[in-house]
Nanobody, 111 residues
């Protein structure tokens, strides 16, 4: 069983929305803070948003007010709702839980 499986990336116009999903194993989901990271070409991977096991959320300044991280405990799934997307949001988005990483999902925002 793959520990983390992301889905939901794609191509969207600036101002549009996408929702990313990350299905996690129960052990990871219940034991660790879950996070979404992104890596744009030529740049370092950066934290976008995280949610603790208690549901406390944290966002990078660049996405605050536009992105929302949430979780469905029954489904062991973490979501990243991305609204008002900008071309600078273009990146590969990765789900993280503990030392585990997903395979990444590409998000491209066209201007």
């Amino acid at each position: 069983q793959v520990p983390l499986v992301e889905s939901g990336g794609g191509l969207v116009q600036a101002g549009g929305s996408l929702r990313l999903s990350c299905a996690a194993s129960g052990i990871i989901f219940s034991g660790y803070t879950m996070g979404w990271y992104r890596q744009a070409p030529g740049k370092q991977r950066e934290l976008v948003a995280s949610i603790t096991t208690r549901g406390i959320t944290n966002y990078s300044d660049s996405v605050k007010g536009r992105f929302t991280i949430s979780r469905d405990i029954a489904k062991n799934t973490v979501y990243l709702q991305m609204n008002s997307l900008k071309p600078e949001d273009t990146a590969v988005y990765y789900c993280n839980g503990g030392v585990r990483w997903g395979q990444g999902t590409q998000v491209i925002v066209s201007s």
